[in-house]
């Protein structure tokens, strides 16, 4: 034990030295087995997050009995050592002094990040820990250095060329050879970790039902762009370049990704559907139709990822009248775009960010638009969700900084879910406090405003529920001053021409637009697999915060996403670009390491708690 | 005047001091308009090297009457100011002192590179000096922290969305409005200047016969790999990842081109033909006819850039027989690789990189291939030229110790021609001790070897005259044990079935390629403009060094090549990807400046000595 009764002063110690000091300490405590001693190096309040390279899982444990707990399952296996900094350790104020850390275990290479704190006997301890996999040992990408020659030189016996090649594998893949993966859903979740996959060396197909990579975006309204800034964009191994938009429209982000998936030659079908998938246990693989351009074949991959949008499928609420309503009426995925509704009364259903953007595109082309808000909603405008949210890790003056989308992926990984809501509050209380005047305004003309149960903002609303927030780029403006109609209302039926709400308030409509959010993704796995197997894999996505649609108990980590569930071989992928960019590793790795026949002793596989 | 009898000792003085000290003679001198200082601050044998930011002309002068001149003819209206060094000074040995340095001039940002040396009283002088203009004041490329917004945020008058917005500017362009530049030519060349063209705002359009971009590399014989690296390669913008190939393979490289021609939304018209170019002198513009895929289309921009190829026509000799030789006969450019030719004897004419990628092809699939050298001919081993001989510019290695390729192409263009030779024969000495029984073993199996006129190897026949050598990649050891045929000599004529040497030869053959080489680029623009502007223009490419087919006099530059030519408003460009990289921006600023009205007084224009 090396906790003494004397305080070890922090001060004069540079906090370089203290992360070194502390490193050794606990890589001594994990080399000679010593959980107890590894435990006592964090603080009672801790939080150790782990992404695949202790737990072979997505996992965070919390205290000492959590930590103990793991340590005593998968120290022994896991044979970590080698700890140190990769940059300068950093004085982050209150005593924290924090550091980038890399190590290595028996079969990978891994990087993390530590935060400690001088307990109250003054000796550092860890408060939070982030540990994660960067490449298994043996099985490294070919890059850099090692990247493929391209050219044969000397004489090769296959003469065919890289074309012919390539062309060989795409007609033997799905027939003669089966894919070890099959990604379900070519968006950006898809094409990212098909990409990953591609470099490690995994037999992959990523299916999508579009006539092209891309099409997922192209194909909805037209004046969509992305909310998230592009340093929190960039995906795998290409970064955007730095004279790429901001907000990227919809149609150049679609090409983007279309360009991304030929490049990375990442094995992909377009115009394909799965029509069902059975899992075999015997035989320990999936059995899975599917429609290829009209044609039927049948796949057999060992892995079946869904990465069909964290958004789920479309929700669109039942009421009475639907059938009667003579108007146009449609879920805000399958909405157009304005230009079809010249002259037409268009009632928007919902308050969020599909609403608010189809609203704003409506009255932008003189359409006359009620929004129906059916509860609260977040606002954050983007330059201060921009500046004040994302700046510090995602902007220009970031990299200005040395800030590389690696380390910022790190750094937001290391803050605990458990405590997260702590780091956000603040910057929403500053947001409030900036845009003040802009909420006055908008609560004057009748919106009803939150931010989020324990007003820590947008961020955590997404993790917990996916939904309930715009970040305004200038819908609200235009609710405040009149031109976007309001209405407050819950949705009582429907007439020929009319949308009446509970009040009795009725809304002339020739089109209705339902932007009324999406269920669970494991709706996709019931329609694909059988209500069986979606309900032994559970709720997809959400904290179990016990805040507005995310139930406790509180579950650590996103439900069921990149990482095993309760259903042999079938994974969930997806959210927006950066965790689409940064999750695919580690799900990338975990796939891997089967393919590859390694043991990958899942530690705390998840409990389900909730159906959808 | 600085010049002082007592030596000034460089022993005792950093780097960093010495050139700060002669940065402040120099700006001083330039100050105060003194050019006898300011030409006393060079060597008597110096030179310097000005890429558009004194001369807007890419020209070196040399020694101090000539660089007197320039700074007689062109100092005053530069105003350069705020000379710096963009990082520490480095010592190069032999009491050579360098650095990258940054300035501004009055329309301009500007950066080089100087090296710096004892004159006989020990006084610094320039050895070298390179100065490149990087962007012009007042219309700075959109990147970084001024990247566009892409979304519109508020309300705008404009409710097109990004699509829409560049479907209708591709309906206008071309008729409604016309392009300030057309870029002929869409491969590497035009592509990359089609970018930077786009970044700038200039309206132009990058025109090109084939059915997509990218069919340039495509379209060549099947086994075709880049032979340079890819460190080497990249273009502006948008690097290759670091999963690229070391040497890309045709098709990967023709993926690339096109997809990069859409992200940079390079206005790009394929399937189109220029048919005629005539300069109109009052009006100051080009009247050009094309054919847009069968449309006959009449263009009129200010300024016209040929970007065939900086290899020009291909070039077949006229020898007697070809009419009645009964096989089939192509150029080089026009062979499709070997897979029709199984069963059939191919003698190939030729011995340079194109002749031994074909022959090497054929025979590893079988087929009786037999090469006549004409000439010797330069090899050199595809890993020594990369270890030896860019290795220290261009590499992983060069990569990880924090060379850029920004770095790499300033230190590339800081030296002079006049004298790179100098820095050339000792790398290829080099490369000949080392591969010695390589080159042995080449030379008992018949093959004319050189070097160079005087030993300089690869670099200087391509500046010189862009052929006479091969980049090994397994070709040579073929010829040196006997799979590939050798024969040396003259094509004398052919029969219906063999091709006959000078010595009386017979070599049988259903097949002839003529891998006989192209002409200079001129011949295009005699093609397009007639013979008289291709005589006014006169050849293109070389350096007048008076050594195997680049006749003097001494030119100093390449002829013709990204600079203003005799014939206004015509313009060359062209080059291996790193020429199209590096040289597209001084190009483009050249355009720029002229197409928002900036005098661009050019200093140095290049006379005309040979035709083509």
Redesign the interface.
């Known amino acids: 034990m090396t906790q003494t009764l004397e305080p070890v002063v922090t001060t004069g110690r540079t906090p370089q030295q203290r992360i070194d000091a502390w490193l050794e300490e606990f890589e001594t405590a994990l080399a000679t087995l010593d959980i107890g001693r590894a435990t006592n190096a964090f603080l009672t309040d801790s939080y150790w997050r782990d992404l695949t390279a202790f737990t072979w899982n997505i996992k965070t444990v919390e205290g000492h009995e959590q930590i103990s707990d793991m340590l005593t399952a998968r120290l022994a296996d896991t044979c970590p050592s080698g700890f140190g900094t990769t940059e300068p350790a950093t004085d982050d104020g209150d005593d924290v002094a924090s550091a980038f850390i890399s190590f290595e275990t028996a079969v990978g290479r891994c990087e993390g990040h530590v935060r400690i704190r001088p307990d109250d006997n003054g000796v550092d301890k860890a408060w939070t820990l982030l540990t994660t996999m960067q490449e298994l040992k043996g099985f490294e990408?070919?890059?850099?250095?090692t990247?493929?020659?391209?050219?044969?030189?000397?004489?090769?016996p296959d003469?065919r060329?890289?074309?012919?090649k390539?062309a060989d594998e795409e007609r033997d893949l799905g027939r003669g050879t089966q894919p070890y993966v099959l990604v379900i859903g070519g968006g950006q979740g898809g094409i990212a970790l098909g990409a990953r996959l591609r470099?490690l060396g995994v037999p992959s197909i990523v299916v999508d039902r579009h006539d092209r990579p891309g099409d997922q975006w192209?194909k909805r309204y037209?004046?969509l762009?992305?909310h998230d800034p592009?340093w929190y964009d960039h995906l795998p191994?290409?970064p955007f370049?730095?004279?790429?938009?901001?907000?990227?429209?919809?149609?150049?982000i679609g090409?983007?990704l279309?360009?991304y998936t030929?490049?990375?030659e990442v094995p992909y079908w377009s115009r394909t559907t799965c029509l069902s998938a059975a899992y075999d246990e015997t035989a320990g693989r999936w059995t899975v139709e599917i429609d290829r351009d009209g044609e039927r074949m049948t796949l057999y991959p060992t892995q079946l990822v869904l990465a069909t949008g964290m958004s789920g499928k479309p929700n669109i609420p039942t009421v009475p009248g639907q059938d009667v309503f003579a108007g146009e009426q449609h879920h805000s995925s399958q909405h157009p775009?304005?230009d079809d509704y010249a002259g037409k009364k268009v009632v928007v259903i919902g308050s969020n960010n599909s609403a608010h953007d189809i609203c704003?595109?409506l009255v932008?082309?003189g359409i006359d638009t009620t929004m129906v808000q059916r509860s609260s909603t977040h606002i954050v405008r983007?330059?201060s969700f921009r500046e004040i949210a994302l700046g510090g890790l995602y902007s220009?003056?970031a990299?200005?900084s040395g800030m590389t989308t690696k380390k910022a992926d790190l750094t937001l990984a290391s803050l605990p879910y458990r405590i997260m809501h702590e780091f956000q509050i603040p910057i929403y209380d500053q947001i409030r406090e900036k845009d003040k005047d802009f909420y006055d305004r908008l609560e004057k003309a009748g919106f009803k405003l939150d931010c989020g149960d324990d007003d820590s903002g947008l961020f955590m609303k997404y993790l917990r529920r996916g939904s309930g927030y715009y970040i305004d780029?200038?819908a609200s403006?235009?609710i405040a001053n009149g031109t976007i109609k309001l209405v407050q209302g819950q949705l009582d039926h429907l007439t020929e021409n009319t949308v009446v709400l509970a009040d009795g308030t009725e809304l002339e409509a020739d089109v209705v637009v339902y932007a009324t959010g999406f269920g669970s993704m494991n709706g996709w796995a019931a329609d694909l697999m059988g209500q069986e197997v979606a309900d032994r894999v559970g709720k997809v996505w959400g904290l179990g915060s016990d805040t507005t649609k995310d139930p406790g108990p509180w579950e650590g980590e996103l439900r069921n996403m990149w990482k095993p569930t309760q259903q042999p071989g079938l994974w969930f992928h997806g959210g927006n670009l950066h965790q689409s960019r940064h999750y695919s590793l580690y799900l990338a790795l975990q796939l891997k390491a089967r393919y590859e026949g390694l043991d990958t002793p899942v530690y705390g596989l998840g409990e389900v708690h909730h159906l959808s």
Chains 1, 2 share one sequence.
């Open positions: 990408e070919k890059r850099g250095a990247r493929p020659l391209g050219a044969v030189h000397g004489s090769d003469t060329s890289w074309a012919e390539k470099q192209r037209k004046s762009c992305l592009v191994y290409l370049p730095d004279n790429w938009p901001v907000f990227a429209p919809k149609d150049k090409d983007w279309e360009f030929k490049v990375m775009g304005p704003k595109a932008d082309n983007s330059d220009e003056e990299v200005q780029v200038g403006e235009l």
